[in-house]
T-cell receptor, first 115, second 112 residues
Framework: DAGITQSPRYKITETGRQVTLMCHQT?????MFWYRQDLGHGLRLIYY???????DKGEVPDGYVVSRSKTENFPLTLESATRSQTSVYFC??????????????FGPGTRLTVL | GNSVTQMEGPVTLSEEAFLTINCTYT??????LFWYVQYPGEGLQLLLK?????DKGSNKGFEATYRKETTSFHLEKGSVQVSDSAVYFC???????????FGKGTRLSVIA
């Protein structure tokens, strides 16, 4: 029971480079989310998806792209990384039906540093 | 818009002390309220929740009551342990599994 995994766990990149953060869940949850965690801001929503091929912007979507061709994967791409995107990124998933449809399950996070 | 305000940390307590972390919210409609906990080096995990007014959520000795009249959901524990050291986030959403709106988090350190 792998649950929800993120890769890489740590990443250092340079300004202007493209970076993709991976998120994979084994529960077949319909909902998936990307949040970023910054000191003084808590967690803020970047993008979310209610099902495969359905995505929607959150509070801080600029500079990020997502796709969801398969239910279990929800990659987040920084098209041209900037220093302000240095953060810890959390992926989460949740059910659309059945028990605990209001609970989100979080991955372990990816710590991204943009130099 | 919807927002959550929780007390700033860090909070440092001795083992067996009483804990309160304040949380208030602003929301259109009738939100569900949550406390998530983040242990060092880990992702967030749900600690407890309440989905309607006067509901009490509880787990691992922690409790919080949904108070509509004061728009609050304060987290309490009667006797904290060193293992409770973590960051605690208050959050809300409006229905189902829609995105969560988080407070800024409160870091708790419990010393022996």
């Amino acid at each position: 029971d792998a649950g929800i995994t993120q890769s890489p766990r740590y990443k250092i990149t340079e300004t202007g480079r493209q970076v993709t953060l991976m998120c994979h869940q084994t529960w077949s949850h319909s909902y998936m989310f990307w949040y970023r965690q910054d000191l003084g801001h808590g967690l803020r929503l970047i993008y979310y998806s209610a099902a495969a091929d359905i995505t929607d912007k959150g509070e801080v979507p600029d500079g990020y792209v997502v796709s969801r061709s398969k239910t279990e994967n929800f990659p987040l791409t920084l098209e041209s990384a900037t220093r302000s995107q240095t953060s810890v990124y959390f992926c989460a998933s949740g059910r659309i039906a059945g028990p605990s449809t209001d609970t989100q399950y979080f991955g372990p996070g990816t710590r991204l540093t943009v130099l | 818009g919807n927002s959550v305000t929780q007390m700033e940390g860090p909070v440092t307590l001795s083992e067996e002390a009483f804990l309160t972390i304040n949380c208030t919210y602003t929301a259109t409609g009738y939100p569900s309220l949550f406390w998530y906990v983040q242990y060092p080096g880990e992702g967030l995990q749900l600690l407890l929740k309440a989905t309607k007014a006067d509901d009490k959520g509880s787990n691992k000795g922690f409790e919080a009551t949904y108070r509509k009249e004061t728009t609050s959901f304060h987290l309490e524990k009667g006797s904290v342990q060193v293992s409770d050291s973590a960051v605690y986030f208050c959050a809300l959403n409006l229905y189902g599994n829609t995105p969560l709106v988080f407070g800024k988090g409160t870091r708790l350190s419990v010393i022996a």
